[in-house]
């Protein structure tokens, strides 16, 4: 049973940093890339950042410079480091799993975890 379980959500003020992690099981972690979406009140799910197989990184505009996205595929998770936190930054972050090679079409989500930005 293919699972991904993200964690380290939580209340921050703004300016401060929190990182979030996402553990896969169920399918071979390393040959999926990885993503970090978001999804504020009322807003569109969107791309915040995203790791390849390979370890390329791409981030939205929004968090470049202030978000870092990591994998350890020893223990298939993944990682959202983020720092110097906006108000706007408040949404619910979901972890997404796409396959690559011989899994192309399987795709995967988490069932998030909530991130507040406020004084």
């Known amino acids: 049973q293919v699972q991904l379980v993200e964690s380290g959500g939580g209340l921050v003020q703004p300016g401060n940093s929190l990182r979030l992690s996402c553990t896969g099981s169920?399918?071979?972690?390393?040959?999926?890339?990885m993503a970090w979406y978001r999804q504020a009140s009322g807003a569109e799910r969107e791309l915040v950042a995203s790791?390849?197989?390979?370890?390329?990184?791409t981030y939205a505009d929004s968090v470049k410079g202030r978000f870092t996205i990591s994998r350890d595929n020893a223990k298939t998770t993944v990682y959202l480091q983020m720092s110097s936190l906006k108000p706007e930054d408040t949404a619910v972050y979901y972890c997404?799993?796409?396959?690559?090679?011989?899994?192309?079409?399987?795709?995967?989500w988490g069932k998030g975890t909530l991130v507040t930005v406020s004084v």
């Open positions: 997404r799993s796409v396959g690559s090679a011989l899994y192309y079409g399987m795709d995967y």
């Open positions: 169920g399918f071979t972690f390393s040959s999926y890339a």
């Open positions: 790791i390849t197989t390979a370890g390329t990184t």
